[in-house]
């Protein structure tokens, strides 16, 4: 392998682990919120991929400038939409079984993920197919001694770290996110202390299913393609990273998403016919974590919110 | 042993007599056959828009004895069930079995019902492993799949009569509950249903990979139909004056061994293992410390139940004539785990009603083959909101001594509640 190589390789990590952290910090948010693994998260990305798409249909992008506003107005309102559904979600599916058994809350959380995914298949013009996602790039391409960096992966790469580090602000310094440690730490006690925990409750929702949006778009524009059932395999991804970096840890999450991607390219890379045991390698992945290391691979989680 | 405790505790409670045992089992019949005939009724209906009637009436009613005005009915009748127990299920056996003779002009429907039948058979599995032990397994198509395949590529490949293959076929599949048994001992809940949800999409997608072992994507075809004697389970089933359509002789078989599967759940419930894996679901530290062998018990658990996942399987590929992978995806996991939700971990009724009613609905709403997951969707979610414990959940004042059980009555019913709040806080880990 020359070393060209590995640097691109590098670079595709970047950008696919950036997609991977942003739906695996919705994981961590929502299991230290509520306990909750929930499987709806990987339609709500879809969703957003989705949201982006009726907004690319409805606008018209044709000089470089309009490419730059629609960009900013896939992610706005794909953002915007996913944490209202998130929100939406939460209230009208979880809120009634919060203190309901576990498995309770799983099955709830399966039903509302067939019920996203069912209804933009059924729905959504010619849903059913892969849908052909437009990019607003005229796919313009730096290069830097061979290796190849597209301009969309420079702002997948941009975004991904600017949301993690604008996460890390909203986590450790603001109401919102003090309260949201606080009632992942003990929900009873942050209610004692005065924390309105139905309203956290419903605020990390909206964030964690909106990440998931951003994420979402960002799946759209880097393959091009979009599919009502791309959910599924995002979210058992994000999951797995959220659990590499300990269920609960943002940080962790953020550092497992490019560790997986890392995990991928590097099998792929590396065992012939690669490719398709990549997913199988994921799960024994998941389970490996699971069992030996729950808590992730942080020996303590450095702050946690779980 | 507790059975009969609890009937001499009944009998402490409310001394009974001759008379009222035969009132008893006259009632319990009649409900069973009652309850079998609208069964039967709402299969037979043929348009759609009647049978929507038929379900909101069939809800409603279940609603009406529940709270409303007819609950005393519904007490009675509870109270009936309770003491005569051998003339409900002798009822209930002998409906069953007359299901094929009465629907022998749709063959479509005593297909439906071995396919309900293979379900059952796998609800149970799970509810020895969900229900009884607590151990949640989201990967329950795994057992399906391994018995499935085992029993069809020793049919195809080496000729292995479908007696042996079940056999073989179970006992492979719990091979694969053993497996993941192993690891899954050390992780609880949420922990243990991703460990489960895991390995279930692993094993799935080796199935698509190993194609020396099975036929990858394409999976195994002409699977040779079971047979007894010269009597090929593919001809029309004769029975002294009567033809049935030949989906009757697998609907006898899946009804046969579905029987024996409830019935060895059921003793495996009563015995000293139901009580340790009971033990073990409700306080695992208390379990240990009273001598419970909580690492063999969970073993046993995982193996048993996909003991009868694999046996399932094994009577789908034979009667279906192939298996591949798209016939244990995820979505097979997710379907058995909420027949026995749906129907009330822990019971055995509870479990092979889900499974019926969870083969059966869908079956009627195939004109909306588009809608179908959404509905499901929204039935999974409007259920889970309004009766998470499911349509009948386990009895637990049944197992308390004498003494207790008449405190127990006193202070009403414990019922699931209790457990429902002892898992609420499922807080775990990080």
Known sequence: ?306 | MPEKDFVACQAAIEPQKGPRRLVDAAIAGTAVAALCVAFAVGLAIRQLPYFVVYLAAAIAIALLLRRGPMAGIAERVGAAFGSSRPTAVGVLVLALAAYPILFQGNPYLIQVGALSAIYVIMASGLNITLGYAGLLDIGFAVYFGAGAYTSAQLAVNFGVSFWIGIVLGGLCASIFGFIVAWPALRVHDHYLGLVTLGYGLMMNLLARNLRFLTNGTDGVINIPPPSIGAHDFTRPLILGPLTLPFQANFYYLALAIALITCFVSYRLRESSLGRAWEAIREDEIAARCSGVNARGMKILAFSTGAFFGGVGGSIFAHMIGYIGPDSFTFLESITVLVMVVLGGAGNIVGAALGAVLLVIIPERFREFQELRLLLFGVALVLLMIGRPQGILPRRRARRLLPQEKLAALSLGEAGPGRNARASSDGTLGA
């Not at chain 1, 044709?62 to 939460?90: H, P, R, W, Y």
């Open chain 1, 1 to 306: 392998m020359l070393s060209e190589n590995w640097a691109q390789q590098i670079v595709n990590v970047a950008t696919i682990g950036g997609m991977y952290t942003l739906v695996a910090v919705g994981f961590t948010i929502f299991f230290g919120v509520l306990g909750l693994i929930n499987f709806a998260h990987g339609e709500v990305f879809m969703l957003g991929a989705f949201a982006a798409l009726v907004v690319a249909r409805t606008l018209d992008f044709t000089s470089t400038a309009g490419g730059v506003a629609m960009i900013a107005a896939m992610f706005v309102f794909a953002t915007l939409f996913c944490g209202v559904v998130g929100a939406a979600i939460e209230r009208v599916a979880f809120k009634p079984v919060r203190r309901a058994p576990m498995l309770v809350m799983l099955i709830t959380s399966l039903g509302v993920s067939f019920i996203l995914r069912e209804a933009v298949r059924e729905f959504f013009p010619d849903g059913a197919n892969p849908l052909a996602f437009p990019s607003p790039f005229q796919s313009a391409e730096i290069r830097l001694r061979g290796v190849v960096i597209s301009d969309t992966q420079i702002l997948l790469i941009a975004a991904s770290v600017l949301i993690v580090i604008g996460l890390y602000y909203l986590v450790e310094r603001t109401w919102i996110g003090r309260s949201m440690r606080a009632i992942a730490e003990d929900r009873d006690a942050a209610r004692m202390m005065g924390v309105d925990v139905d309203r956290v409750i419903l605020a990390a929702f909206f964030i964690g299913s909106a990440l998931g949006g951003v994420a979402g778009v960002m799946n759209g524009l880097y393959y091009l393609s979009i599919r009502f059932d791309m959910g599924w395999v995002m979210a058992i991804k994000g999951f797995t990273a959220a659990v590499i970096g300990g269920l609960g840890n943002i940080y962790g999450a953020a550092a497992g998403g490019y560790l997986l991607a890392l995990l991928e390219v590097l099998i792929v890379a590396l065992v012939p016919e690669g490719s398709e045991y990549k997913d199988v390698l994921v799960f024994l992945v998941l389970i490996l974590m699971l069992v030996f290391r729950p808590s992730g691979i942080f020996r303590q989680a450095p702050q946690k919110v779980g």
